[in-house]
């Protein structure tokens, strides 16, 4: 596996890891994030244990997993599942260079598997340091339990370097994509960050989303009936 980088990260960045998660929350917020701050690609991460696939943008091809910059702002992003058997080894590169890099702060994006519709967020910290940080947004702070993937073991990791880091999890249902949940995010990073991102076209494209699906469950409900009045023959 390797990590490369057309120019380095800047002493004192926020690094942002949003790689695909429940609900594709982290995702869809990086996508989010990425247009609305025209943030440009600084690099790419390589593994033989990626899918093989290669995506395209605009008739031209380009890696599936990359790292984005805006000033000080860094993101992580994959447009493919990262393979379990790639977690440590892709977690060792990302903190040996976040340790080189010197960087201010990790900000782990992810969703929170729930039946609540609330969108409520979440917080876990890897120092008191950290945690300290989330309380002063007034992001409810997770007591107990455990956090997997690569956002747990990057708390880990760079818990031992003295390296800042916070994972801030949205309530998100199942595994089906959740733009409300990521608009949630993105008004976090909006108050820690001073970002004024607008959320609005987010929540707009989750209403279209849900009335879709209910559709969807309507039609289910509708064929079904329709089959139990069939007659039934021996």
């Given at each position: 596996?390797?990590?490369?980088?057309?120019?380095?990260?800047?002493?004192?960045?926020?690094?942002?890891?949003?790689?695909?998660?429940?609900?594709?929350?982290?995702?869809?917020?990086a996508n989010y994030l990425i247009e609305k701050l025209e943030m440009q690609v600084i690099g790419y991460i390589e593994s033989k244990s990626l899918p093989p696939v290669v995506f395209f943008k605009n008739g031209i091809v380009e890696p599936p997993m990359k790292i984005y910059k805006k000033n000080r702002l860094i993101v992580l992003h994959s447009d493919v599942l990262i393979p379990t058997?790639?977690?440590?080894?892709?977690?060792?590169?990302?903190?040996?260079?976040?340790?080189?890099?010197?960087?201010?702060?990790?900000?782990?994006?992810?969703?929170?598997?729930?039946?609540?519709?609330?969108?409520?967020?979440y917080g876990v910290a890897n120092s008191k340091e950290a945690l300290d940080e989330l309380k002063k947004y007034g992001i409810e702070i997770l007591e107990d339990g455990t956090i997997s993937g690569i956002t747990g073991l990057l708390l880990y990791n760079l818990s031992?370097?003295?390296?800042?880091?916070?994972?801030?999890?949205?309530?998100?249902?199942?595994?089906?994509?959740?733009?409300?949940?990521?608009?949630?995010?993105?008004?976090?990073?909006?108050?820690?960050?001073?970002?004024?991102?607008?959320?609005?076209?987010?929540?707009?494209?989750?209403?279209?989303?849900?009335?879709?699906?209910?559709?969807?469950?309507?039609?289910?409900?509708?064929?079904?009936?329709?089959?139990?009045?069939?007659p039934m023959f021996a």
């Open positions: 596996m390797n990590i490369i980088l057309k120019e380095p990260i800047e002493k004192d960045s926020i690094v942002l890891e949003c790689f695909p998660g429940m609900g594709l929350v982290g995702h869809i917020a058997e790639m977690f440590y080894d892709l977690t060792e590169k990302l903190t040996n260079l976040l340790e080189k890099s010197k960087i201010k702060m990790l900000i782990s994006l992810g969703g929170l598997s729930t039946i609540s519709q609330e969108k409520k967020v031992k370097k003295n390296i800042k880091s916070i994972a801030i999890l949205v309530e998100t249902i199942g595994l089906r994509p959740d733009p409300a949940g990521a608009a949630a995010l993105i008004n976090v990073l909006n108050n820690m960050l001073d970002l004024n991102i607008d959320i609005k076209p987010l929540l707009e494209e989750a209403k279209k989303l849900e009335e879709k699906l209910e559709e969807m469950s309507h039609a289910l409900r509708k064929m079904k009936q329709k089959e139990e009045k069939l």
